[in-house]
């Protein structure tokens, strides 16, 4: 069972599930945006990109966050995926990943957005 992101029950009153694609999608959401040390018993788990919201753009700054978060999803999700193509963009207070990635099991391309901002 693939236990659906973020956690909740399904009109049944069981945990909701999702499919595999979906559940593959929903692990890189919580790896791009959960700070290393969020994690107790993971603290090098994450890639700290909700920290970069308020940094100064500059072209250093996308080049690192691309190469940070490229490296947490070898790391942690390299199993899983291939990555195609990774943008990290952020924008006044708003922080967009574009990835694009095929998953290993079933071959399927996939590509999305990921948005985190200030709220």
Known sequence: MNID???HFD???A??????????RDMIEQLLFTD??????RPDFGCGLRQLVFAP??????A?????AQAALTQWLGE?????SLEVTSEDST???????????????????????DS
Not at 36 to 41: D, K, L, T
Not at 98 to 112: C, E, R
């Open 15 to 24: 945990t909701a599930s999702t499919d595999y694609a979906d559940h593959v």
């Open 95 to 117: 922080l967009s990943v574009n990835l694009s990635y095929v998953l290993k099991a079933t071959g399927q391309a996939q590509t999305t957005t990921f948005t985190q901002g």
């Open 36 to 41: 290393p040390g969020e994690r107790v018993n």
């Open 5 to 7: 992101f973020p956690f």
């Open 64 to 68: 690192t966050v691309q190469f940070t």
């Open 57 to 62: 753009n500059s072209p250093e700054l996308a």
């Open 11 to 13: 009109s049944r009153g």
């Open 80 to 84: 899983l995926i291939d990555i195609s």
